[in-house]
């Protein structure tokens, strides 16, 4: 199963934001959408980073109050690690866990196609192995 | 597989904020820890609450710069679901799933005792259930 499969049940909306929008507009964008991170979105509609809610709490513990006019930019993940759609999910899994994130944009063809968060993964993958575990017992008990 | 095979892996060690702190205070624990949420201790040491990261977002979405020198008691969430350290860990995942929290005390004879993550349960979770699909794939290749 790849994260084609994710996107197809959850779609390919995707919360963005501009890098020159204050960390202010961020948390309000945040808390509305209810979601822990959106997409920084730059020049010619390109991945420039991600803004989640802890870099927000990090700028915050930083820059007290000035972290609020300060911009999305100065206070984003600008190394983001993005995946295809033909990514398979347990290779996908292995990347979050081992890269301790949350959220990984689905680029294609240089676009932005989706967002997959580490619940959407678990739960695919989850779902996965429990099917192989109950196809596994069925041919048990058949053969 | 119990709660108690994660607290034996990850300690007891569960971070606490009073809920007299201010919001300023709570971000720099976060992010000084680097963690998502803090268990808030009230009088006799008792569960009173949790504050994560998603909480403060929301206060400043609501108060702009004012959030911060708001206390963690007006900004945390009062019902906090908690387990003991009996509760299957299936059990556990299945309730976080459902009512999408990341963070759950672990409390004992009404003290905490430590604290998992959404992050710890699906670890485990899935580390069981391929214990399972290979003990499996053993019995047919050998039956």
Do not use: N
Not at 53 to 62: G, Y
Not at 125 to 143: D, M, P
């Amino acid at each position: 199963m790849t994260v084609r499969a994710i996107l197809s049940l959850k779609g390919k909306d995707c919360v963005t934001i501009a890098p020159e929008a204050t960390l202010a507009e961020a948390a309000r964008l945040l808390s509305e959408k209810r979601i822990g991170a959106a997409v920084v979105i730059g020049p010619g509609q390109r991945v420039a980073g991600i803004l989640s809610e802890r870099d927000i709490v990090r700028a915050l513990s930083k820059h007290a109050a000035g972290a609020l006019a300060q911009t999305v930019a100065s206070a984003m993940t600008r190394e983001v690690v993005t995946c295809t759609a033909d990514e398979t999910i347990p290779s996908l899994m292995q990347r979050m866990t081992a890269g301790r994130f949350r959220h990984v944009p689905v680029v294609e063809h240089g676009r932005l196609a989706g967002i997959v968060s580490i619940g959407d993964v678990v739960k695919h993958r989850i779902e996965e192995v429990e099917r192989e575990s109950q196809a596994l017992k069925e041919y048990i008990a058949t053969a």
